[in-house]
């Protein structure tokens, strides 16, 4: 099956620090891979998405994701993070109907 | 604004007890899904079902059940409760069969004591 890793658990960083979030999947075919993201309280949000065609792909509030396939990666890239982007960010792997996640990385961002 | 709706935001609950966890949806999704989320094990993959009537097993489904009779609605079912099925439980729901972009519910908190 499908899966993916997700290298750090827990990232501090302080404000206007740049950001890159490390996700590696485990499959060499055709893939679909996602992040989301969990703010404190609410419900888990997507942030980007990749099926194909160019490998940067761009999401919502700054967020940048980069598919290198000979790396069997997804990283997530943030030029300069704001104190709202303290959240828990997930990776995705689509393997079937459902998505198979990576274990999270705990985002702390301090003033 | 579309939606994914679960029943409860908290639920405690007695060891045994039968279990129902509800969501539903008002997208037309075909595909629906149950996750738990456990600090340091990410979401993990309970049922899922492409139709009505349909269930597919994911990576953890002992110790639970699930039911869709009618499109916009997926049940969780936990046949007799224990302690290690506390967890916060997510339900998602998708358009196409490629799972594209799932809609997520705000989740339900139990706690089985």
């Known amino acids: 099956a499908q899966s993916v890793s997700q290298h750090n658990h827990h990232v501090i960083l302080s404000e206007a620090a740049s950001l890159e979030l490390g996700c590696n999947y485990s499959y060499g075919g055709t893939v679909n891979l996602f992040w989301y993201v969990q703010y404190p309280g609410q419900h888990l949000q997507l942030l980007l998405k990749?099926?194909?065609?160019?490998?940067l792909v761009k999401g919502i509030k700054g967020f940048e994701a980069e598919f290198i396939k000979s790396k069997f990666s997804f990283n997530l890239r943030k030029p300069s993070v704001q104190w709202s982007d303290t959240a828990e960010y997930f990776c995705a792997v689509r393997g079937g109907y459902a998505l198979n996640f990576g274990k999270g990385t705990s985002l702390l961002v301090t003033p | 604004d579309v939606k994914v709706t679960q029943s409860s935001r908290y639920l405690v609950k007695r060891t045994g007890e039968k279990v129902f966890l509800e969501c539903v949806q008002d997208?037309?999704?075909?595909?629906m899904f149950w996750y738990r989320q456990d600090p340091g094990l990410g979401l993990r993959l309970i049922y899922f079902s492409y139709d009505v009537k349909m269930k597919e097993k994911g990576d953890i489904p002992e110790g639970y059940s699930v039911s869709r009779e009618k499109k916009e609605r997926f049940s969780l079912i936990l046949e007799s409760a224990s302690t290690n099925q506390t967890s916060m439980y997510l339900c998602?729901?998708?358009?196409?069969?490629?799972?594209?972009?799932?809609?997520f519910g705000s989740g339900t908190r139990l706690t089985v004591v």
């Open positions: 990749y099926f194909s065609g160019d490998p």
């Open positions: 997208m037309d999704h075909e595909n």
């Open positions: 998602a729901s998708s358009l196409s069969r490629e799972g594209r972009g799932y809609t």
